[in-house]
Structure formats: structure tokens, C-alpha cells
């Protein structure tokens, strides 16, 4: 027995029921030999921590662009708290935690420089429109490698479809819009877990907005410190789900309207604040100017982003760059194609 076969019948062993088990996998696009040392979700995990487009997530917006200040969240830590906050969840709950960490540490790959400001230019100026969750997809698919992509199991590839919620149910009714494990339906309450509390503590760590400002009601229920908020979350969530006999992952009412209602004061009081909003139009011009660019000067584009059996659409390997850009290689590009070089004279 290889140590792979030893780690799955422990999780057959150990796990709860409602567990999705490695060896129990729907399996990958493409067939490969099961590894000696490593089960799939495990080896997917590693194939995701090792991708250029996981690397790039250090240097693109969570949501403050370009902050001067070292302890502002990036894209980045935040898939990391992400994947901290729903192992903590998943072990609790018996599930997978190898599951649960994949699909956390790739569920933001495809996403763009400058946040929600990039991806809501890409959504104006590309005719098949944006989400980063279908980019996100469509990066560990066909993107990764040189168009070979990352040959992803389909729980993984499943949980990253599956995550984005906007301002829409943090757990929806609807089969059609929760992953098919629980796994994955950790990371989707865990992703909100996480940005409404970060992006919180960013928010008063810049002043946009006071200790003061945050509803009392939400205090009352949530707690008064970050470490607070995020640990009655993860107590409630827990315990909630564990009471319905783990059929579906369950928060109390209290809990969930507080988390709702953060998550609007957000929405109201920073992201749609108007020094973001100001901020945000000024990447958005940044990003249009490139991706218009680009658009008439594609040639090398066509040839090098174009994955390998598509049809080459200029409008589609424009995006896919502009997508994958950080927030200084957008920058750094835009200076170079529309910003004078000064001249020294000697």
C-alpha cells in the first residue's frame, strides 16, 4: 500500500460522511496515474500554490490600490485567510481539509488588477463580458502552463465556480448555486468571513471610516475586535451546521443578519465611498487604455495567449491578459506606452 492509499483510507476512516473523500473523486479532465506520495486534492493544492498566477495574487488589489502602508490585504493574503478560516472550518466539521484548502487558495486566480475596479471595466469593454470566478476557471483550465492549464479535479474546479456571491445569498437554497460539497460550500461563507472582517480592519487601519461608525447592533452581536468577529462566525457557522446533523452548512439567524449587515455597511461606507470610487476611476482608465491598446496591437497576444484548439478572438486574449496583469505590471506597462520618456541632456 503506497502512503497516498494509507493517507485516503484514514479520511475513510476518520472523515465525516458528508465528506467528499479523495478516492472518492469525479476525477480530472484528463486522466493521470494516481500519485504515490500525494492524494489528487492534495496534489491539486500544490499545483495551485506553485502557479504564476497564484504567485501574481501579491501584487494585485484587495481593495485599497497601490496602499503605501505594509499591512493592507492583497489578493493574495486574502485567499490565504480564506484558507485559513476554512480548514478551521472544515476540521471542525469533519470534511476534507485538503479539499477545502484547493479550492480556497485558487477560487480568486482569476481575478483582475485594481479589485472590483478592474473587473467591472472588464465586464464594460469585453463583449463576452467578466467574473473573475468564470476567469478563475478558465485560468487553471486552459491559462496555466502555456495553455496546457492544471488539469484540476472536478470538486476543485466545482468549489471555484461556485464561490462567488456578491451582494447575492452567502448560502443560497438553490442547488444550482452551491458547490456540490460541502467543501466547497465552506469556502464560499469563508470567503465572506474573511473580506468582511479584513477589509474592515483595513478600512479603519486608512481612516476611511472610525471604530464609531460600525453599527452597534453589529457589535453587539459579532464582537467588538477582528479576532472577535471572525471567531463568533466560525463558532456559529459550526455549531449551527452541526445541530441540523450536517445536512447543509447553517449559520443562526442572529449571526447571518449581522454578517449581512456588515457586509452592506461595507458596500456603503467603503467600497462605494467615494475616495475608492475615486481611486477606482482612475484604474479603470488605466485599464481601459490597455485593453484598447491591445486590441489594435495584438499580434503577439494572438500568438502566445491564445490556449491551444481555441478560435482566436482578439476580444478574448486582450482579456485574458489584461486579467492576469498585477496591479504595477499595469502600471508599469501604461507608463511605458503613454507617458513621455524624459530627455537628459548631457
Sequence with gaps: MTIRQHIEENERKILHPRARLASDSKGRRVYEEPGELRTCFQHDRDRIIHSKSFRRLKHKTQVFLAPRGDHYRTRLTHVLEV?????????????????????????????????????ALLREVNPGGFDHYKQSLRVVDFLEK??????????????IIKHSKGKGAIMPDSDGEK?????????????????????????LRAGVIGQGDI????????????????????????????????????MSAEALEAVYGLRDFLFEKVYESDIIKTEFTKAKHILR??????????????????????KADPHRAVCDFVAGMTDRFALMTYEKLFIPERWTVF
Design 83 to 119: 484558507a485559513q478560516i476554512s480548514r478551521t472550518v472544515a476540521r471542525a466539521l469533519g470534511l476534507n481539509e485538503d479539499l477545502t484548502e484547493a479550492v480556497a487558495l485558487g477560487h480568486d486566480l482569476g481575478h483582475t488588477p485594481f479589485g472590483h475596479a478592474g473587473e
Design 179 to 203: 458547490a456540490d460539497t460541502l467543501e466547497g460550500q465552506v469556502v464560499r461563507v469563508c470567503d465572506t468571513i474573511a473580506y468582511v472582517n479584513h477589509d474592515l480592519d483595513d478600512a
Design 289 to 310: 487604455s490597455l485593453y484598447e491598446y491591445y486590441l489594435e496591437n495584438n499580434k503577439n497576444l494572438m500568438e502566445g495567449l491564445v490556449p491551444c484548439g481555441e
Design 215 to 250: 453599527p452597534q447592533d453589529i457589535v453587539r452581536v459579532l464582537g467588538d475586535t477582528h479576532s472577535k468577529r471572525i471567531d463568533t462566525m466560525v463558532r456559529d457557522l459550526v455549531h449551527g451546521t452541526v445541530e441540523c446533523g450536517m445536512e447543509r452548512l447553517v
Design 146 to 159: 502555456n495553455g496546457q492549464g492544471l488539469n484540476l479535479t472536478y470538486e476543485v474546479r466545482n468549489g
